[in-house]
C-alpha cells in the first residue's frame, strides 16, 4: 500500500499540474502502471482457469487445506480484479483529463478504489495466515486430524474474514476521504498514523509467519512415530501438500515483507519526491504473487500426478517380476508347458 503525509491542500491549477499531471503524464509512471495492468490481466485469466480446473480435482488436499487454499486463490483473484479496474482508469484517465484538476480521483470513487486495495490485501496475507495455522494443527494433531478437526477449515475462514475487515474499520473509521489524490492505492492522509501502526504490524506477522513456515518444513520430514496404515496414508498426503504450501506461504510472506519494508522506505526518505507514488507501484511484489501462486500449482500438481502414474506402473511391474519367480513363477511356468502340450 501507498502512504502519504502531506496534508491535503487548496486545490489549485499549479497544484494540479505539479503534483498530479506531472506524475500521471510521465513515461516512467505509465510504464509502471501498464505492467501492473498486464501481470494482473495475466494473473486474473490464469487463476480463473486454476480455479475451473482444479477446484474439485485434487485429491490429495484434506477437505480444511482445499477450502483454505481456494479461499486464498480466490482472493487473490479479487485483488487482480481491483487492480485491473484500478489500473486501467488510471492509464486512461492520463490520456483523456482535458484539464490539470481533472487528473484527480473522483472522491467515491477514490474511496472504493482505497478500501478495496486496503481489504483484498489484508485478507490475502491473513488467508496464508490461517494456511499456516491449518499446516501446524495438522502436523501436531496427525493422529486424530482426520476427523476431529472437520469444521477448522470454515473456522479459520470466518475469523480470516472478520479481522481484514476490523483492520479496515480501525483503519478507515471516520475517514470523509478528503484530498487529492493521483493514484488509488494511496491511503487518507488523515490515516497517516493509523497506517504506520497497520503497516508495521502485518510486517511483524508476516516475519512471524515466515519463521513458523521454515521451521514446519524443517520438522516435518524428521518426524517419526508409530502409526496406523491410514495415518501413514494422511501423513503422506500432508508432505505432499505441505511442500507445496512451503513455497508459496514463503513466496507470498517474503513479496509482502519486502513489499512493506520498501514502502516504509519510500515514506522514510522519499515523502517529498513527486515520483514517490510510482516507486511505490514498482515494489508492489504482491501483484507479482497472485500470477506465480497458480502458475507454480499448476506445475506442481502435475509433477505429483506424473510421480503417482510412475509409482503405480512401478509396482505393477514389480508385482509382473515376482510371479516368475519363486513358487509362483514355477506355478505359471507349469500352466505355459502345459498348454503348449494340449
Known amino acids: ?101 481533472q487528473i484527480f480521483l473522483p472522491k467515491i470513487l477514490y474511496a472504493c478504489m482505497t478500501v478495496s486495495y486496503f481489504f483484498a490485501y489484508v485478507i490475502s496475507q491473513f488467508m496464508m495466515t490461517s494456511i499456516v495455522i491449518e499446516r501446524w494443527i495438522a502436523f501436531i494433531f496427525i493422529r486424530k486430524y482426520e476427523s476431529g478437526y472437520t469444521k477448522l477449515g470454515p473456522a479459520l475462514i470466518a475469523l480470516t474474514i472478520f479481522i481484514s475487515s476490523l483492520f479496515a474499520f480501525l483503519l478507515f473509521n471516520g475517514q470523509n476521504f478528503d484530498g487529492w489524490y493521483v493514484n488509488g492505492r494511496m491511503l487518507p492522509l488523515s490515516a497517516f498514523s493509523r497506517a504506520n501502526i497497520v503497516l508495521s504490524s502485518m510486517l511483524g506477522s ?46 507470498q510472506f517474503t513479496a509482502c515483507c519486502c513489499l512493506q519494508s520498501a514502502s516504509l522506505y519510500l515514506r522514510i526518505y522519499h515523502s517529498k519526491d513527486p515520483m514517490s507514488t510510482a516507486y511505490k507501484e514498482n515494489v508492489d511484489f504482491f501483484n507479482l504473487y497472485t500470477l506465480a501462486m497458480p502458475v507454480l500449482s499448476t506445475l506442481y500438481f502435475a509433477k505429483v500426478n506424473r510421480q503417482r502414474i510412475k509409482d503405480i506402473r512401478n509396482h505393477l511391474d514389480m508385482q509382473s517380476i515376482m510371479k516368475t519367480i519363486g513358487s509362483d513363477g514355477w506355478t505359471n511356468y507349469l500352466t505355459v508347458i502345459q498348454k503348449q502340450w494340449k
Open 206 to 251: 508476516n516475519i512471524i509467519c515466515l519463521m513458523l513456515t521454515i521451521t514446519l518444513h524443517l520438522l516435518t520430514p524428521k518426524r517419526r512415530i508409530r502409526m496406523s496404515l491410514s495415518s501413514k496414508f494422511q501423513r503422506r498426503e500432508n508432505l505432499i501438500a505441505s511442500k507445496l504450501f512451503f513455497w508459496i506461504a514463503t513466496l
Open 1 to 101: 500500500m501507498a502512504y502519504n503525509s502531506t496534508v491535503s491542500p487548496d486545490l489549485t491549477e499549479e497544484y494540479c499540474i505539479e503534483h498530479g499531471v506531472l506524475l500521471a503524464t510521465s513515461l516512467y509512471y505509465r510504464l509502471t502502471q501498464t505492467f501492473s495492468l498486464i501481470i494482473s490481466t495475466l494473473s486474473a485469466t490464469y487463476t480463473v482457469y486454476f480455479l475451473c480446473r482444479y477446484y474439485s480435482k485434487i485429491p490429495f488436499f484434506h477437505r480444511n487445506l482445499r477450502t483454505l487454499f481456494f479461499s486464498l486463490t480466490i482472493c487473490c483473484l479479487f485483488y487482480s480484479i481491483v487492480n485491473i479496474i484500478s489500473k486501467g482508469y488510471h492509464l486512461a484517465l492520463s490520456f483523456l483529463h482535458t484539464t490539470p484538476c
